[in-house]
T-cell receptor
Framework: KNEVEQSPQNLTAQEGEFITINCSYS?????LHWLQQHPGGGIVSLFM???GKKKHGRLIATINIQEKHSSLHITASHPRDSAVYIC????????????FGTGTRLQVFP | EPEVTQTPSHQVTQMGQEVILRCVPI?????FYWYRQILGQKVEFLVS????????KSEIFDDQFSVERPDGSNFTLKIRSTKLEDSAMYFC???????????FGPGTRLTVL
């Protein structure tokens, strides 16, 4: 079983829709990262969070440590949001390794 | 805004050849990482590097792989004798501290023929 699971694997939406991508993890973590991978392959860090909620523009990330679950929300989605969204678990101070989920492919249509 | 850069963007090589992938991390960062992503698969950690030495490596990072910071700006990944299964996208990342955001480079696509 993967230590980091994402759902859904694929997501399509109409422009303007509210998007939610989920991430569950089975390991203890010090932080959870959300990353965006563009169609060309480049990766951009969106959020790193260890508790609560963070917001940047139209993106909101939340984490529930007790339930080992995090969500990434996109409000008022736009075709330029089309990308693969990846969550990655940082297991803590004794390791540098990030454990990646398989990603959620989002396509937003105009 | 400072960014991590990687060269080349695409490298094609013959099986058995040595390749060196280059990265220029963000200038005041101290922690450096290499990841790879085989086509269609998830990103995997290869190695982390701090204070001029490897701090952690994965089981993928065998004797065929090495990393170096030859000067104050570059961080390289060398694959001594490439195999077909080394074909992947290789990402470099850097961070300012052990528990801060990692900034990723655009990746180098390695194709081994």
């Amino acid at each position: 079983k993967n230590e980091v699971e994402q759902s859904p694997q694929n997501l399509t939406a109409q422009e303007g829709e509210f998007i939610t991508i989920n991430c569950s993890y089975s390991v203890g973590i010090s932080a959870l990262h959300w990353l965006q991978q563009h169609p060309g392959g480049g990766i951009v860090s969106l959020f790193m969070l260890s508790s609560g909620k963070k917001k940047h523009g139209r993106l909101i990330a939340t984490i529930n440590i007790q339930e080992k679950h995090s969500s990434l929300h996109i409000t008022a989605s736009h075709p330029r949001d089309s990308a693969v969204y990846i969550c990655a678990a940082d297991k803590g101070i004794n390791t540098d390794k990030l454990i990646f989920g398989t990603g959620t492919r989002l396509q937003v249509f105009p | 805004e400072p960014e991590v850069t990687q060269t080349p963007s695409h490298q094609v090589t013959q099986m058995g050849q040595e390749v060196i992938l280059r990265c220029v991390p963000i200038s005041n960062h101290l922690y450096f990482y290499w990841y790879r992503q085989i086509l269609g698969q998830k990103v995997e950690f290869l190695v982390s590097f701090y204070n001029n030495e490897i701090s952690e490596k994965s089981e993928i990072f065998d004797d065929q792989f090495s990393v170096e910071r030859p000067d104050g700006s570059n961080f390289t990944l060398k694959i001594r004798s490439t195999k077909l299964e080394d074909s992947a996208m290789y990402f470099c990342a850097s961070s300012g501290s052990e528990d801060s955001t990692q900034y990723f480079g655009p990746g180098t696509r390695l194709t081994v023929l």
